[in-house]
DNA sequence: AGCGATTTGTTCGTATGTATA
DNA sequence: TTATACATACGAACAAATCGC
């Protein structure tokens, strides 16, 4: 149930299970605030360096965005369907951290890769988009 | 060029920019071996902490591997371009980390969820994978 | 087969800085 | 201004896996 420092399991790992159990089940909802680290770190019995691990793999998920006041379940927010059209050709991966300041995006969050049959290639923020074949771009 | 603990950035995102650097200039090439941490400690005289942070910005972004021995640039490896066909959505996001345990993925990697005109779903590594607009399904 | 050295993985602690309420 | 909460950065210790001898 809780957090046992000696199973197999890394503590941090067990608690990013904890938490992400507990948004996929929709005890915590997109928006919502999470406890604080520190909240954490005394419902557990276990050091903060453990609960911001557990923090940073949600993160990396896409699942939370942790700003300075606190951590928040991610807003799955309003996705752009974008048409593409025959020919194209695309592509995911994450972007580099200039990157990802560069167009604004927060962690965990990959990008699209659009190459159009003229070469021509656009980034989209893959939690933004959803990619529609149609018969014309 | 080397790092300065009193700059605006970050020590450890520092240490990432200059090893991103070196790998996209070609100075490490895909599939060799970085310097251990304790080398980073050495050189630049900052704390393991720092050096394994950036490793895990790098990590992130898919650019770098790290087993029990060490951290090596990725490969680009072969993809395999899937043809989807019209009225096929597609979207990206990172994959949970059981997710990522299951479908035995590096860390860094997004993956592409496809969905059929039927409904099906596949989830695709995007290392893997490049997308190709085609006629036909 | 063993055994030590190397290297990363995890976890604790402490301290300081910074942004927000 | 004070209190809260996260970000960065140092240090220390031990575990676990792998490699070379």
């Known amino acids: 149930m809780a957090i046992d420092p000696s199973a197999d399991r890394p503590v941090y790992k067990q608690l990013a299970d904890l938490i992400r159990a507990r948004i996929e089940q929709g005890e915590l909802r997109p928006g919502q605030r999470l406890p604080a680290e520190s909240d954490y770190v005394a419902e557990f019995g276990i050091s903060r ?3 911001r691990r557990a923090m940073a793999v949600l993160r990396g998920e896409g699942l939370i965005d942790t700003q300075l006041r606190g951590s928040r ?8 369907t974008v048409p593409i059209a025959h020919g194209t050709s695309l592509m995911a991966r994450m972007p580099t951290e ?3 300041k560069e167009l604004g995006m927060a962690e ?3 990008i699209l890769v659009i190459t159009s049959p003229d070469g021509e290639t656009r980034l989209l923020p893959a939690d933004q988009t959803i ?4 018969d014309q771009g």
Chains 1, 2 share one sequence.
């Open 98 to 100: 200039p990157e990802r």
């Open 108 to 110: 965990g969050i990959p």
């Open 49 to 51: 360096d453990s609960v």
């Open 131 to 134: 990619i529609e074949v149609s």
């Open 73 to 80: 379940v991610r807003d799955a927010g309003e996705a752009v």
